[in-house]
């Protein structure tokens, strides 16, 4: 199967790109259906200022809510890997982040409030705030979406 391949980014000078992949799959009780994959690479915003990087984050979000709307999904989360390891979602879209476990531990750091946004035609996002970055030397910083 070809898969296309799409890349968004935003006009202007302050580019963010967007790498989305669409995969039909069929679930085990035969319903057809699209997983949308989006990556964002940490090094757009692990060199930036916490301003700047707090401004590519809430960008990133709200076009990630964007496609959830155009594409009618009904789940999806937004989290970072890195050396290998998938940590505990920072989004999720449809449905609550499920509680951190051993195989995607949450990152360490200040406790987060759980919030809960409605988006067009009826779907629900839930962001844990304040949200990890990226930073050089393996280390994270963590900004608010909501401030």
């Not at 301003?51 to 809510?65: M, S």
């Not at 999806?76 to 890195?82: K, N, P, T, V």
Request: include cysteine.
């Amino acid at each position: 199967m070809t898969v296309p391949f799409i890349t968004f980014w935003l006009s202007g000078e302050d580019d963010v790109d967007l790498d989305v992949a669409l995969h039909s799959q069929q679930d085990p009780r035969d319903e057809r259906y699209v997983r949308i994959g989006v990556a964002f690479a940490g090094a757009h915003v692990m060199e930036e200022s916490t301003e700047e990087a707090q401004y590519r984050l809430g960008t990133v979000f709200d076009t990630l809510k964007r496609l959830l709307v155009v594409c009618q999904a009904t789940w999806g989360e937004l989290y970072w890997e890195h050396a290998g390891v998938a940590y505990a979602p920072w989004v999720t879209f449809g449905r609550p982040p499920e509680p951190p476990t051993w195989e995607r531990p949450m990152l360490p750091g200040p406790a987060r409030k759980l919030i809960q946004q409605a988006v067009p035609g009826g779907g629900q996002v839930y962001l844990l705030d304040p949200v990890p970055i990226a930073r050089l030397r393996e280390e994270w910083e963590f900004v608010s979406l909501v401030e």
